[in-house]
């Protein structure tokens, strides 16, 4: 049994030498520390960093959760997407059309340090192509939030998403 959270820190890794483009497909996306402040760090770093995630989830806790870090995110200039077309359940990962990363692993506690998850991480420009453009076929079913329709939505939105963030940790 790994004592260490490997796949979070493989992500970290991957994240922090991204130099141009990090696609990410995730249906339950509630990062710890680490993994925001490196989608923030590369965002910020001149990376074009997208961020999937279904717009309907199936849990309405963890739905919440997510969108507790969209404004954080937005702000450091990730691009967010809901998918509209269905639930979308991939967890898949492409960086600079080079290294491309599918498997079990939700971006979330419970995948990193409890679950019995595996990833596999493949290097090829051939197979990072194909999967960046099925990553923008996808992103032609959703919608792109942007911080200042983020921001309309009503005080007591932004509550329920601050304690869905406070219970996420159980989730």
Do not use: C
Not at 76 to 103: M, N, P, Q
Not at 118 to 131: F, Q
Not at 145 to 151: D, Q
């Amino acid at each position: 049994i790994f004592s260490q959270p490997t796949i979070m820190l493989g992500y970290t890794r991957l994240f922090t030498l991204v130099r141009e483009k990090l696609y990410i497909t995730n249906p339950y996306f509630i990062p710890n520390d680490t993994i925001l402040d490196a989608l923030k760090q590369a965002a910020l770093s001149g990376v074009d960093v997208r961020l999937l995630l279904p717009k309907e989830s199936d849990s309405a806790l963890v739905g919440a959760a997510a969108s507790f870090y969209f404004p954080s995110l937005l702000r450091a200039g990730v691009k967010v997407y809901l998918y509209t077309k269905g639930f979308i359940h991939a967890k898949t990962v492409v960086a600079d059309e080079r290294v491309s990363v599918i498997g079990t692993a939700n971006m979330d506690i419970r995948s990193f340090d409890l679950n019995f998850e595996i990833m596999s991480v493949i290097y090829s420009k051939k197979l990072g192509a194909e999967m960046e453009q099925m990553f923008l076929q996808d992103l032609e079913d959703s919608e792109e939030i942007t911080l200042e329709a983020w921001n309309e939505q009503s005080s007591l939105k932004f509550l329920s998403f601050a304690i869905a963030r406070l219970v996420s940790s159980l989730l």
